[in-house]
């Protein structure tokens, strides 16, 4: 029997982490919170989406979804840095939401590397032939580079 994506570390990571993220926006002052609550709120929900889709799609939409996720992933922390900076909520009610951070980071770094893995092992198949994907990782649109140097 096949996964379910709900099942899956960075998922249950993420949806724990939109819980924190909604408690956390109750905590904003009413003059903040549609500007910095409600977009972090969008953020993290936007990554349950992405990192949905790229479960459960194949190939290059796999490659685009997880990139989207990231993009997501990275405004949402930013968000979360300028709320402390600005002391617009205190240090001590984000620590609980960084230990779900760094958890879904650690992830989707895994998760990314072993799609990457995929479209080599696809791309080696093709007798040679590069597909839109091997192009794209290797920077061809600038999607996701995982090149060290040197073309795959």
């Known amino acids: 029997m096949s996964k379910k994506v709900v099942d899956t ?4 990571d993420t949806y724990k982490l939109v819980g924190i993220v909604y408690g956390l926006r109750f905590s904003i002052p009413k003059r ?3 500007v910095l609550g409600d977009r972090i709120l969008d953020a993290s929900t936007a990554m349950l989406v992405e990192f949905t889709l790229s479960y459960k799609l194949r190939g290059n939409e796999k490659v685009v979804h997880t990139d989207r996720f990231l993009a997501h992933f ?3 922390k930013g968000l979360m840095r300028l709320c402390i900076d600005k002391k617009v909520v ?3 009610k984000c620590v609980e939401s960084y230990e779900y951070i ?3 980071d650690d992830g989707i770094i895994a ?3 072993r799609i ?3 479209v080599r092992s696809t791309a080696a198949s093709n007798n040679g032939r590069r597909s839109g994907m091997q192009e794209q990782l290797r920077g061809g649109d600038g999607i996701m580079n995982t ?3 040197s073309a795959p």
């Open 147 to 149: 090149s060290s140097g």
């Open 102 to 104: 760094q958890r879904i």
């Open 111 to 113: 998760w990314r590397e």
């Open 90 to 92: 205190p240090g001590k």
């Open 9 to 12: 570390p960075i998922y249950v």
């Open 116 to 118: 990457a893995r995929e």
């Open 32 to 34: 903040d919170r549609a």
């Open 74 to 76: 990275e405004v949402l």
